[in-house]
């Protein structure tokens, strides 16, 4: 996902992404410096357990 794609997508509850060609859920964004929160399932995880990953290094996966 570029730049562009990131500042014009429409977040909400339930987003998937791919990264390192697994399917992760978003479980939060950081709009400032692009971010997202990524885990392995759609689960209550600890914030200190989330994987922050740049918005270039994913892509949109849809929702479940």
């Known amino acids: 996902m570029n ?7 429409d977040f909400h ?16 964004v950081n709009y400032v410096e692009r971010l997202f929160a990524l885990i392995d399932e759609k689960k209550q995880t600890p914030a200190d357990e989330w994987n922050w990953v740049r918005c270039e290094n994913v892509k949109l996966a849809g929702d479940i």
Do not use: P, Q
């Not at 730049?3 to 997508?9: A, G, L, P, Q, V």
């Not at 992404?17 to 859920?25: E, L, W």
């Open 13 to 28: 509850l339930n987003m998937w992404v791919i990264y390192k060609n697994k399917r992760c859920y978003v479980a939060s």
């Open 3 to 9: 730049i562009i794609e990131f500042d014009t997508t």
